[in-house]
């Protein structure tokens, strides 16, 4: 009997320790937990400040490249005007032309809402002024390309001229800025380009000329001589 009680009594004890460490580590999560739940709105707090200085960041590039697109376009603006104006009128590229002023006016559009929506009236005022240089000179780039033809001879210039009654047969000193100081009336730029369209359809049948020459210039036929049955 006496050992059946020394038993139970051990068992009891070793029951009590065993809850005893349940209890001590169930208290430790809950230390544990409380820990990293006091700590949520401190590293909430982080992830807000970091929040706004990613904002603060996003702003101040799209602000940078406001400035960038501002100053190269306005830079490669007027370099190609001073380079269109005063070169060679038949070594102008109508077709880059074209392409590099649809790039550059849209970046100055662009510009021009952004700088308006910001307030900032410096930036502002140079932008719409390149935007407007723009808008003026685009009116003329279907005459620059009609003028460049590559299909235009000595015979388009001769009609040309003697439609206008006056001389305008390109040579190395005649420049876009002579061209455009002519102030041609939309009738006498549609005489040019009737004239340019009609050359450009014989340089197109030239072209295809030269391409079918210069296949049939490198085969051989091989004749033999005829021979009655």
């Not at 960041?57 to 001073?82: E, H, P, Q």
């Not at 210039?157 to 006056?166: G, N, P, Y």
């Not at 005649?174 to 009738?187: N, Q, Y």
Request: aromatic fraction near 8%; glycine fraction near 2%; include cysteine.
């Amino acid at each position: 009997m006496v050992v059946r009680l020394l038993r139970k009594s051990r068992r009891c004890r070793e029951i009590c320790v065993i809850l005893t460490r349940k209890r001590n580590c169930s208290i430790n999560v809950k230390c544990s937990l409380n820990v990293k739940l006091q700590s949520i709105p401190n590293w909430l707090k982080s992830l807000a400040n970091l929040n706004r200085v990613l904002t603060l960041a996003v702003v101040i590039t799209a602000y940078l490249y406001s400035f960038l697109n501002l100053w190269t376009t306005t830079s490669d603006w007027v370099g190609w005007i001073r380079s269109w104006m005063s070169g060679p009128l038949l070594s102008l590229n109508p077709e880059q032309m074209d392409k590099d002023i649809k790039a550059a006016w849209k970046l100055m559009f662009k510009s021009v809402k952004q700088f308006k929506t910001a307030e900032m009236t410096g930036c502002l005022a140079i932008a719409e002024n390149i935007k407007k240089q723009m808008d003026d000179f685009i009116p003329h780039v279907p005459l620059i390309q009609r003028m460049c033809n590559p299909g235009m001879r000595d015979r388009h210039w001769d009609e040309i001229s003697d439609q206008l009654k006056m001389d305008m047969h390109p040579n190395d000193s005649f420049t876009l800025s002579k061209l455009l100081d002519l102030k041609l009336t939309p009738e006498q730029i549609e005489v040019i380009g009737k004239v340019s369209d009609i050359a450009a359809k014989e340089y197109g049948i030239e072209e295809a000329l030269d391409k079918m020459e210069s296949m049939w210039r490198e085969m051989n036929f091989d004749l033999h001589a005829y021979k009655y049955l």
